[in-house]
């Protein structure tokens, strides 16, 4: 609710960051910090969760946080984001996710699922195709090589991904997660249908925006079949995704109004895709974002427009700046990068002005600095998942050579994977 205060009102007092938040579905949050979805790239034999998972998420779970939104899980097998992704679907063995659940809830925080199909954005080492809106290639300069050639989906396979989101969130719910995340966020495929430089379908997924946003709401529509009253059902969205003729601030209002007639029970607002990176702080169109609190002007002008309470991610690593997240209307804060680097923030935060700073990574060529910072913030989660403690006194290089070096023994275990998969299929 935006904070309103004219001379016939009582100021609206702003919630502290440790006041709980009862959501649209009667689930309640104990405060309003939530780990955002960071991929912990951890999935063990099958693409499964294991013990490296639940110690890191019991790590979390200690630190305080309300809401821990795991990273993003794959409805399909072929389509994954990396090669250390998990898959969930129909069939998948549901106790490795049933024990990830438990540890997780060691702290009362409440645990979402984020589910994701990666569309265009994934790499060419995989193997599979770039399924995706229409056949419009990313545009990545010299790095575009690494990526999958794309295919548009037929309308038969589009209704296939609609099935799929609602197998995994199902499953999900069997597992004993409170809830699930839509990713339709930062580029992977039901943000490419949403954008129109992504999609260019002439029929009834493309063209205006209640069209580009069909998708999506096809796919709220068939999680929240399944759901159940207690389980919760969110959305990650981009305000926009900064690119010139993309996804913008008009789409993303069009967007939440048809969002608030689907009865769903949080909004996160991000921004950015792999071509426009500004959930890194940085953008493809020139436009700058804020130094911290990236989406914050964003994320407050939409929440007067959401009927459902909405939450900001992107470059928050001090109270101070929460507590004007907060201020601003926007009912609970996103912390990705400072959750890597400090676990134990939002527990924190209730006494003190702790900091989160992560390693920062400025070389000239800014791609390249972006996987580093990406590569360091996972080597935070390998460590925890390790049981240890995060550490800044790492070597961006060195880290960033063992982050590809530890993607291509992945790719080759994935690979086996599919081919077994393949063998016993037939
Ligand atoms: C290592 C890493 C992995 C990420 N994986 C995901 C993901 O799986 N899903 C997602 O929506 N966002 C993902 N993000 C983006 C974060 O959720 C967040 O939107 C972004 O990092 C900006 O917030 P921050 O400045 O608090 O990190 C990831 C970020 C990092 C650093």
Redesign the pocket.
């Known amino acids: 609710m935006p904070i309103t205060s004219t001379p016939a009102q009582t100021p609206v007092q702003a919630p502290a960051l440790h006041d709980p938040l009862v959501l649209p579905n009667g689930q309640t949050l104990k405060n309003r910090t939530a780990k955002?979805?960071?991929?912990e790239a951890l999935a063990e034999a099958g693409q499964l969760p294991g013990i490296s998972s639940q110690k890191l998420y019991r790590r979390w779970a200690e630190g305080g946080a309300g809401l821990l939104i795991t990273?993003?899980v794959m409805v399909a097998p072929d389509a994954l984001?990396g090669p250390g992704g998990l898959v969930l679907e129909a069939g998948t063995p549901l106790a490795p996710y049933a024990d990830w659940a438990r540890a997780a809830h060691a702290g009362g925080a409440r645990l979402w699922m984020?589910i994701?199909h990666p569309g265009r954005q994934v790499f060419a080492a995989l193997g599979n195709p770039g399924y995706a809106p229409s056949e419009v290639a990313l545009d990545m300069g010299k790095f575009g090589k690494h990526f999958a050639p794309v295919r548009a989906l037929t309308v038969a396979e589009i209704a296939g991904i609609v099935r799929r989101f609602a197998d995994t969130a199902r499953a999900a719910r069997e597992a004993g997660f409170d809830g699930v995340q839509i990713?339709a966020?930062?580029g992977y495929l039901l943000s490419q249908f949403l954008s129109p430089l992504a999609n260019r379908r002439e029929d009834g997924y493309g063209g205006p925006i209640a069209h580009r946003a069909r998708l999506l709401i096809e796919v709220v529509r068939a999680v929240k079949a399944v759901a159940g009253p207690d389980f919760a059902v969110a959305v990650?969205l981009n305000s926009a995704d900064f690119q010139r003729g993309g996804f913008d601030e008009a789409d993303a209002r069009a967007v939440i109004g048809l969002l608030n007639a689907e009865g769903i029970d949080l909004l996160e607002l991000?921004g950015g895709s792999y071509e426009s990176p500004a959930?890194?702080?940085r953008t493809a169109d020139g436009r700058t974002l804020a130094r911290e609190a990236?989406f914050l002007e964003f994320a407050q002008d939409l929440a007067r427009l959401a009927h459902m309470p909405v939450m900001t991610?992107?470059?928050?690593?001090r109270r101070a700046v929460a507590q004007q997240v907060l201020a601003s209307g926007v009912a609970v804060v996103?912390?990705?990068?400072?959750l890597?680097y400090e676990p134990d923030l939002p527990t924190q935060w209730t006494t003190v002005e702790a900091v989160a700073e992560p390693v920062a990574v400025n070389w000239k060529n800014k791609a390249i600095s972006g996987l580093a910072?990406?590569a360091l913030?996972?080597r935070q989660?390998r460590r925890m998942a390790s049981g240890d403690e995060p550490t800044r006194n790492v070597s961006p290089f060195i880290t960033l050579v063992l982050d590809r070096w530890r993607a291509s023994r992945l790719t080759k275990r994935y690979l086996r994977w599919r081919q077994s998969a393949a063998a016993s299929a037939r």
């Open positions: 955002a979805a960071m991929e990273g993003n984001t984020q994701n990713h966020a930062h990650k991000s959930m890194q702080g990236y991610t992107g470059g928050i690593r996103g912390l990705g990068t400072a890597a910072t990406m913030a996972r989660l």
